[in-house]
């Protein structure tokens, strides 16, 4: 079965340090990986997906199939990236998403 | 569009007792989906329904039930509330085909069970 870790429950970081997510998986096929962000007060919403190859927000994300990862980064944190992530994985054209356990990244001024 | 929208937003039930919290959606998609959120356990998926009347079992279904019998709205039921079952409750849903894959989700449903 599949499985989504994020092994940091909490993460605190200075505003204008960079900041790295981690998420690793298991899939034995071919996954499609999400991150998906809960910022305060507001519903869960997608942030980007790795077919994509896009930068949101000034995050971007690498799938990494050897290491089996697909880590978010930003090169410079700010206040409002303050949420709580997860990273989310989807079977090869499958109609479900499994989770990961949740970061939740603190941004201080 | 409202998107995705759940009702109640807060409730709390002694254990023992039934609910229905109500899902539904206004985009005319196809799947629709019922998560738990727990702390450090992220998001697990308790039923889905990839269309109107169909239903199925997703990771952690046990002591509870669902039903989708009009395409916008998707039911979750708990017959005889348990402390174990106190959670925030997300709904969510998706188009079936034609561009990415996106899930769009409700605001939540706070639920208490004492």
Not at chain 1, 78 to 100: N, V
Request: a positive charge.
């Amino acid at each position: 079965a599949q499985r989504v870790t994020q092994p940091e429950k909490l993460l605190s970081v200075f505003k204008g340090a960079p900041v790295e997510l981690k998420c690793n998986y298991s899939y034995s096929g071919s996954p499609e990986l999400f991150w998906y962000v809960q910022y305060s007060r507001q519903r869960l919403q997608l942030l980007l997906r790795h077919i994509s190859r896009e930068s949101i927000k000034g995050f971007t994300a690498d799938l990494n199939k050897g290491e089996t990862s697909f880590h978010l980064k930003k090169p410079f944190a700010q206040e409002e990236d303050s949420a709580m992530y997860y990273c989310a994985l989807r079977e090869t054209s499958g109609s479900r998403l499994t989770f990961g356990e949740g970061t939740q990244l603190t941004v201080n001024p | 569009n409202a998107g995705v929208t759940q009702t109640p937003k807060f409730r709390v039930l002694k254990t023992g007792q039934s609910m229905t919290l109500l899902c539904a959606q206004d985009m005319n998609h196809e799947y629709m989906y019922w998560y738990r959120q727990d702390p450090g356990m992220g998001l697990r998926l308790i039923h889905y329904s990839v269309g109107e009347g169909t239903t199925a079992k997703g990771e952690v279904p046990d002591g509870y039930n669902v039903s989708r019998l009009k395409k916008q709205n998707f039911l979750l039921g708990l017959e005889s509330a348990a402390p174990s079952q106190t959670s925030v409750y997300f709904c969510a849903s998706r188009r079936t085909s034609g561009g990415a894959y996106e899930q769009y989700f409700g605001p939540g449903t706070r639920l208490t069970v004492t």
